[in-house]
């Protein structure tokens, strides 16, 4: 099965899509958007790409991403996250690493290197390769991507030792599934009213359907109009599923529903 994933070979990324593809046959982008793209256009059977970090939070681009193309949520997949410093020796300037994995190690970065210039690049495995290719560089990412040519310098160097980050496989659209035990839904309600929210989430409460996670992103429409991400632990395939939705599609009926999709959700331990 074809994947695409956010690269170079090491991210976090590549190893959770390790999950559902065999490794020749992962293929790599310099973004999420760019793997969402190619996920949309047919390109790839599968695309993995992080959805939300246990200490950072959301990861904004995917969900805008997801929110924008149309494509399915085939799996979720859970995966530790435990960075490292690597580069060629002690002594270096700058930081470069993914953005969220910056802001994991952000209380170690700040009482061990306060002075050194931090620099967001599009990957863990990209500021890696740059510490790799620059003395003055040193990169955080998986401990792994040393690859015995660089020094690893600290290991578990994030914020929380519980760290993880969670991650959709999705697929072209025509492969939505109805079965799994939890599913995603995109809401645009394209109002703005008090108790809007709390209207779109009785449906939910109704039938004793547990939320995962409810999360906005703004609409890019207006200031204060927003998208609603909502996760859940019920099937597309259980009728309490469908008459929930059906209620939430009448409440947006000047806006958009999307179904993801449902799936199962794997936890990928190294
Ligand atoms: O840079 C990587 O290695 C990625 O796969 C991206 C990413 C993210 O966007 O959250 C994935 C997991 C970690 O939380 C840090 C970075």
Redesign the pocket.
Same mark, same amino acid.
């Given at each position: 099965m074809a994947a695409v994933?956010?690269g170079p070979e090491?991210?976090?990324? =590549?190893?959770?899509a390790g999950a559902i593809a065999d490794d020749e046959e992962i293929d790599f982008r310099q973004s999420?958007t760019a793997i969402v793209d190619a996920v949309a256009g047919g390109e790839y059977d599968r695309g993995v790409i992080?959805i939300e !970090?246990s200490i950072?939070g959301s990861?904004t681009e995917?969900l805008d991403a997801i929110a924008d193309y149309d494509v399915a949520v085939v799996r979720e997949i859970v995966?530790p996250?435990r960075?490292a410093l690597l580069a060629q020796g002690p002594t270096f300037e700058t930081i470069a690493? =993914?953005?969220?994995?910056l802001a994991?190690c952000r209380s170690y970065l700040d009482r061990e290197y306060p002075d050194a210039t931090l620099e967001a690049v599009?990957?863990?495995?990209?500021?890696v390769e740059f510490a790799r290719d620059d003395a003055a560089v040193a990169g955080i990412? =998986?401990p792994a991507n040393a690859d015995g040519d660089l020094e690893v310098l600290a290991e578990d160097i994030q914020d929380q030792d519980s !760290?993880a980050?969670r991650?959709f496989a999705i697929a072209p659209a025509e492969e939505r599934s109805k079965g799994g035990g939890k599913t995603s839904l995109v809401v645009y309600p394209n109002a703005n009213y008090p108790g809007l929210l709390l209207e779109l989430l009785e449906p939910f409460a109704d039938r004793d359907i547990n939320l995962t996670r409810v999360e906005s992103r703004p609409s890019g429409q207006r200031l204060g109009d927003y998208v609603f991400h909502i996760d859940f632990e019920a099937g597309l395939y259980e009728s309490r599923t469908n008459e929930a939705i059906a209620e939430l599609e009448d409440l947006a009926e000047k806006g958009w529903v999307r179904r993801l999709g449902s799936y199962d959700t794997e936890h990928v331990v190294e």
């Open positions: 994933t956010l090491g991210t976090y990324s =590549h190893r959770a999420v992080p !970090n950072e990861v995917s995966t996250i960075h690493s =993914h953005s969220q994995a994991q599009a990957s863990t495995a990209q500021g990412g =998986h !760290n980050t991650f």
